[in-house]
C-alpha cells in the first residue's frame, strides 16, 4: 500500500484538506461569484436555475437520411440542442467515391458530400430555433460545411442571425491529434480557423465559429492540465491573430468556446472546469484588455471520455459516464454529451443512445443538484485544487509562448511528442496494473463481457452516396462551379478570407472533395514531424 497518491495530472493528494490548504486566497480576488470575475464558480449567476444545461447528444452514422432520424428521434425525447459528427472522409476532406473512402463511408459518422446532402441531414429540424454543434474537427472542412450550413439556412429562407450553433474548427485536430493521407500545413491550417471565426464574427452573431477542442487532446495523450492549456493557448494565438487583421477583442471573444473531456478523476475535473474559467478570464482581461465581460467568458461542452469506455462488461459503462455527466455539472458546464454503454463496439443502438439521454435528463431533475450554483465551492479540497490546476495551466501555457506559440510548437513536432509521451506513460500503467481499470486489469471478468449486448450495424451506404455524387455531376451547371473554382484558388493565393469563396462554390453544388483538392493543391501538403 502506497502512502503517495496523485491526480490523473500527477498533483500529489493530502489525506485531509484543511483552511491552512487555503489560506492566503482572497475569496473575491480568486474565487468569487457565479457570473462575476474571475468566474470560477461559473459564468452566469444563476447558473442551472436561469438555463440548464444543452443536453445535446452526438448522432451520426449512414447517409444524411440514416441520421436525420436519429436528430428527430433525440429531439423527440428530450434533446435541447443537436450534435452531428461526421465520417472520417468527410472529417478529412474526400468525397464518398474517393478511393481514400473506400470502406468508411457512413462509418463512425454521417456522411456529407454536398449542399444537398447537408439538407438532407436537416430535412424537418427546426435549425432556427435548435442549436446545432457541427463536429467539423478540420478548419479544412469546416469552412467547407459551415458554408453548406449557412446556404441550407439561406435556401430555406431563414436569415443568418437566427442561426445558433457551434463549429469545432480546431487546426490542432488537422495537424497533430488527427493523421490522415494529406495534411496541410499548420500555418494554413491556422489561417482557415481564423478565416471562418472571422466570417462568422461579421455574419453570424449567434454562432460560436470555433470549440478549441481538448477533448481530442485529451482522448491521444494528455492530462488535464495539458489538455486545458493547449486550447487557451491556441485561443491566445487566434486573437493576435484577428486583432492584427483589425477586428477588436470584444467583437469576437464572446464566441469563442471550448470541448473539455472529463475523464474518471472526479475532483480533479471539477477543478480543472473552474480553474479553466480562471485562467481564461486573466488572459482576456490581462493581456488583451476585453472590456465586454463576455469576452471573458469561458463556455464549454463536455463529453464524458470515450477513452475510459471498455468493450469488457460494456454495462459498466454507464456508471463511468453518469459519474462524469456529473461532475461536468459540477464543473458548470453550457453543454453536455454523455456516452454510451455500447461505443467501444460501434456508434450507440438507439436504446444505448436513449439510455445517455435518460442519463443527462435524470441528473438534471430528480438529483436537485442543478439547484445550487457552485455547490463544491469552499471545499477545502477542491478550492486548493482548482487554485493548483490554475498555476499549472498558467505555467504549461507558459511553455508553450516561450516555444515561439502553438503553431511553432505544432511545427516543430514539441507538441506531438507531449501527447506520445504522456500516452506511452498511461498506456504502461494500465498494462503493469498501476492504473485500475474495473474488469480490465482489476477483478477481472471471466469472460470478454458479462452478457450479450446489440452491437449498431451500420446501414450500407457507400454506394447511395456514390450514386447521388453521381447524379449531382451530371445535372449541375458547369459553367458555374467552374467560374466559382477559379475564385476559390484565387482566394487561396491572398491573404483575404476564403469563406465568401467556399459559399460560392458551395451554391455552384461543389462537393466537399472538389474544395478540399483546390486546398491541398494551393497550400500544399505537410508530414507530421515526428522523428
Known sequence: MTDEYYTESGIPVKLLYA???????DYEKEIGFPGKPPFVRGVYPNMYRGRLFTVRQLAGFGAPEDCNERIKFLLRHGATGVNIVFDLPTVRGYDSDSPEAEGN????????????????????????????????????????????YMVMAENRGISFDKLSGTNQNDFIMETTVGSGPEILPPQASFRLQCDAIEFATK???????????????????????????????????????????????????????????????????????????KVFHEVMKERFHAQDERSCHMRFHVQTAGITLTAVEPFNNVARSAIQGLAAIFGGAQSLHIDSYDEAYSAPTEQAALISLRTQQILQVETNVVNTVDPLAGSYFVEYLTMEMARRIRDYVAEIEKRGGLVACVE????????????????????????????????????????EI???????????????????????????????????????????NIMPHVMEAVRANATLGEIEKVFREEFGLWQFPLA
Open 105 to 148: 463511408v457512413g462509418a463512425c459518422g454521417v456522411a456529407i458530400d454536398s449542399l444537398e446532402d447537408m439538407e438532407r441531414l436537416f430535412q424537418d429540424v427546426p435549425i432556427d430555433q435548435v442549436s446545432a454543434s457541427v463536429v467539423t474537427h478540420l478548419p479544412s472542412t469546416t469552412v467547407v460545411l459551415m458554408a453548406m
Open 454 to 496: 446489440e452491437v449498431f450495424r451500420y446501414p450500407d451506404t457507400e454506394e447511395r452516396q456514390k450514386a447521388k455524387l453521381r447524379a449531382l455531376r451530371e445535372r449541375r451547371d458547369g459553367k458555374r462551379l467552374a467560374e466559382a473554382m477559379i475564385s476559390l484558388r484565387t482566394g487561396c493565393k491572398t491573404n483575404e
Open 412 to 451: 516543430s513536432g514539441w507538441l506531438h511528442r507531449e501527447i506520445s509521451n504522456y500516452a506511452y506513460q498511461q498506456q504502461k500503467a494500465i498494462e503493469s496494473g498501476e492504473r485500475k481499470i474495473v474488469g480490465v486489469n482489476y477483478l477481472k471478468a471471466d469472460h470478454a463481457h458479462s452478457g
Open 19 to 25: 483552511p491552512e490548504d487555503i489560506a492566503g486566497y
Open 203 to 277: 455574419n453570424l452573431p449567434r454562432w460560436n465559429p470555433v470549440s478549441y477542442n481538448g477533448y481530442n487532446l485529451r482522448e491521444a495523450g494528455t492530462n488535464a492540465v495539458q489538455e486545458v492549456a493547449v486550447a487557451i493557448a491556441n485561443a491566445i494565438a487566434t486573437a493576435e491573430e484577428l486583432i492584427r487583421r483589425g477586428l477588436p477583442v470584444d467583437s469576437f471573444a464572446r464566441r469563442m468556446s471550448f470541448f473539455w473531456d472529463l475523464c474518471n478523476d472526479f475532483f480533479e475535473e471539477i477543478a480543472k472546469c473552474r480553474a479553466s474559467r
